[in-house]
């Protein structure tokens, strides 16, 4: 894969950046829809593609981009196909450092040290051509506008972006509800993408990351017997980024 186009996790995080604050929008959410945009990514370049509600690897070769490569081989090394609810939901300890810290090799951010409350050394990003940011907007600023149905990249960017809850973000206020709505209605225009973001709205809602149920074991289908246990309602633990206190302050 060549580096002239930036990567779905590249333009989503710089949709989340605040361009006055130089912090991320909804940072929670957005560690769950860059690991759903990375998913995407290597879909579009033709390395994996949907199973019913799972990923399966067609083409393990790498891509060229060593976070996606990353991420293939451990899609790879599964050996089967995994649900999107399942890798979205796993720990992605440094994710959002290791996209940011790139974009600022790129010369896309630049990192302005500070401190929280005075003591603590945070560290936030500021872009270093808002046209970049423009442009990516503008994208979905014309398919809410239009109408008209986007290429599936711009399609899975506003699925991920309503998934992770940037609409509020990039279309604040009851002036940007409608917009909004149309944001959220894009999610229909790439399966993919489509996929993927309902993963990501069903990790951060709690929805059990299990298995669709099964034929009950010989013994246990007797009439009025209750069914397979509900699944855990929590939302997958995910490891604490101790050791990302500088890295954005939220």
């Given at each position: 894969?060549?580096?002239?186009r930036?990567?779905?996790?590249e333009e989503l995080?710089?949709?989340?950046?605040?361009?006055?604050?130089?912090?991320?929008?909804?940072?929670q959410?957005?560690d769950?829809?860059?690991?759903?945009a990375?998913?995407?990514?290597?879909?579009?370049a033709?390395r994996i593609a949907?199973?019913?509600?799972?990923?399966?690897?067609v083409?393990?070769r790498p891509?060229?981009?060593?976070?996606?490569?990353?991420a293939?081989?451990?899609?790879?090394?599964?050996?089967?196909?995994?649900?999107?609810?399942?890798w979205?939901?796993?720990?992605r300890?440094g994710?959002?450092?290791?996209?940011?810290s790139?974009l600022?090799?790129?010369?896309?951010?630049?990192?302005?040290?500070g401190?929280?409350?005075?003591?603590?050394?945070?560290t936030r990003?500021?872009?270093?051509?808002?046209?970049?940011s423009?442009?990516?907007?503008?994208r979905?600023?014309?398919?809410?506008?239009?109408?008209?149905?986007?290429?599936?990249?711009?399609?899975?960017?506003?699925?991920?972006?309503?998934?992770?809850?940037?609409?509020?973000?990039?279309?604040p206020?009851?002036?940007?509800?409608?917009?909004r709505s149309?944001?959220?209605?894009?999610?229909?225009?790439?399966?993919?993408g489509?996929?993927?973001?309902?993963?990501?709205?069903?990790?951060q809602?709690g929805?059990?990351?299990?298995?669709?149920r099964?034929?009950?074991?010989?013994?246990?289908a007797?009439?009025?017997?209750?069914?397979?246990?509900e699944?855990?309602?929590g939302?997958?633990?995910?490891?604490?980024?101790?050791?990302?206190?500088?890295?954005?302050a939220?």
């Amino acid at each position: 894969m060549g580096r002239s186009r930036r990567t779905l996790p590249e333009e989503l995080l710089l949709l989340a950046l605040d361009p006055a604050t130089g912090t991320t929008a909804q940072p929670q959410s957005l560690d769950l829809g860059l690991a759903g945009a990375q998913l995407v990514e290597l879909a579009l370049a033709g390395r994996i593609a949907p199973d019913g509600d799972r990923i399966a690897v067609v083409v393990p070769r790498p891509t060229g981009d060593p976070t996606l490569d990353c991420a293939l081989e451990l899609l790879r090394r599964r050996g089967a196909p995994v649900r999107a609810v399942h890798w979205i939901g796993g720990p992605r300890l440094g994710l959002r450092q290791t996209y940011l810290s790139h974009l600022e090799r790129c010369g896309m951010v630049h990192a302005v040290a500070g401190q929280m409350c005075g003591v603590l050394p945070t560290t936030r990003y500021q872009a270093t051509d808002n046209a970049i940011s423009r442009e990516i907007r503008s994208r979905l600023d014309s398919a809410i506008r239009t109408g008209v149905p986007p290429d599936p990249r711009t399609a899975a960017l506003a699925a991920l972006a309503h998934a992770v809850g940037l609409g509020k973000h990039l279309y604040p206020g009851n002036e940007g509800r409608s917009s909004r709505s149309r944001l959220r209605d894009l999610i229909r225009h790439d399966p993919m993408g489509g996929l993927v973001a309902h993963a990501v709205m069903d990790v951060q809602n709690g929805v059990a990351a299990q298995p669709r149920r099964s034929a009950a074991p010989a013994g246990r289908a007797a009439a009025g017997a209750r069914p397979a246990a509900e699944p855990a309602r929590g939302v997958p633990a995910q490891s604490r980024r101790g050791s990302m206190t500088r890295a954005v302050a939220h």
